[in-house]
């Protein structure tokens, strides 16, 4: 019986806490919800992406995108960069640098156009109502692909 508690203590001093929470994530429902999650709020920012790019006038020229769809845009934005810096920042330890360089650009940007558009006309008259930022745009693509590979 000694062996036993022998056992699980050194099993809980060699895992730590990420390492017990990464292997629950990953051999639960709640891991799968959690992805699901993930691959919905890619989905909806490329939604929110492609509704955004048919706001155009009658001469087929860019408009000022609507407060919601920049809202909307800028809260799913923010919601996917705290739920991807728990999961794969804070939790999982193992690092994917060209994954955080394309999450960098595909949720960053909105972000930061978001905020660059409220301080400034020229801005939020642009394409995307985003400026030099509306570039990086397209990378969430890259990103929903990671998302369904899962």
């Known amino acids: 019986m000694s062996e036993l508690a022998t056992f699980v203590s050194i099993d809980n001093i060699v895992n730590s806490w990420r390492q017990r929470l990464l292997f ?24 929110v992406y492609v509704v955004n790019t048919t706001v155009v006038d009658a001469k087929n020229e860019p408009l000022r995108i609507p ?17 991807y810096i728990a999961r794969y920042v804070v939790i999982n330890a193992n690092h994917r640098a060209f994954e955080h360089l394309v999450v960098f650009f595909a949720f960053v940007s909105p ?4 905020a660059m558009s409220m301080h400034s006309a020229a801005v939020r008259g642009s394409y ?6 509306a570039i990086f745009y397209p990378a969430r693509f890259l990103r929903l692909h990671y998302a369904i590979k899962r």
């Open 24 to 47: 629950f994530i990953d051999t639960t429902v709640w891991g799968r919800i959690w992805d699901a999650v993930d691959f919905a709020l890619n989905a909806a920012l490329c939604i």
């Open 67 to 83: 407060a919601a769809n920049r809202c909307a845009e800028f809260l799913v934005a923010v919601v996917f960069l705290a739920q």
């Open 111 to 114: 972000i930061t156009a978001f």
């Open 128 to 133: 995307m109502s985003a400026g030099v930022m």
